[in-house]
């Protein structure tokens, strides 16, 4: 079970673990402001520096995932994707992922300290459409895009999009190329 879940649980008290959901399914919830999200995301101050050091020190990967009021891709990618014990599993076990709102308002500090909102970030890294995965890697000191899955793929190549990042496979050869040797027999 995930500490910020126990942590949760443990705050109601004894009996709250009994309601808690077992450890490994997703627990995808239509939050306040109209996004789905999963329980096990990161509760950001939204400081990408921070966050990129963060993941870093729990040796994961660090991703931005963004979304939009009234998408049904993003309700499909968190009530189906994300109840796949295999992907959701997988991707809560090697990436950190921060949700963004593709035309929210909140304030980020980005990656070399300037501070824009949600939709004005979203229109500097070229985010079109929901739901997008921006993948983060860093070299000399700078952390930078290394992938980036627009939308939904069929989810044998979406989880292998998180393998092909988690395995750092994009340092050498691009997806469609990583993806079509791993199929090959």
């Known amino acids: 079970m995930n ?26 919830r239509l939050g306040d402001d109209g996004l789905y ?39 499909r990618l968190h009530t189906e994707y994300f109840a796949d014990p295999a992907i959701e599993t997988y991707v809560r076990d090697h990436f950190s992922v921060v949700h963004l709102d593709i035309f929210g308002a909140r304030e980020v500090t980005v ?10 970030l979203a229109g ?26 627009p939308g939904l793929l069929p989810k044998p190549e979406f989880l292998a999009m998180f393998r092909y990042v988690e395995a750092g496979a994009y340092e050498s050869v691009g997806f469609e190329a990583w993806l079509a040797a791993q199929k090959a027999p």
Not at 111 to 120: D, N, P, Q, R, V
């Open 3 to 28: 500490s910020r879940l126990t942590r949760r649980a443990l705050a109601l008290g004894p009996g709250a673990l009994l309601l808690a959901p077992a450890a490994g399914l997703a627990a995808a």
């Open 37 to 75: 999200v999963q329980d096990w995301y990161e509760e950001s101050f939204l400081d990408l520096s921070e966050d990129f050091a963060a993941a870093t020190a729990a040796e994961k990967r660090f991703a931005l995932q963004w979304s939009q009021r009234g998408c049904p891709l993003c309700k």
């Open 111 to 120: 990656f070399g300290g300037a501070t824009l909102s949600e939709k004005a």
């Open 124 to 149: 500097q890294y070229a985010v079109r459409a929901t739901p997008t995965f921006q993948f983060f890697g860093a070299r000399d000191g700078k952390v930078f895009e290394v992938a980036r899955l």
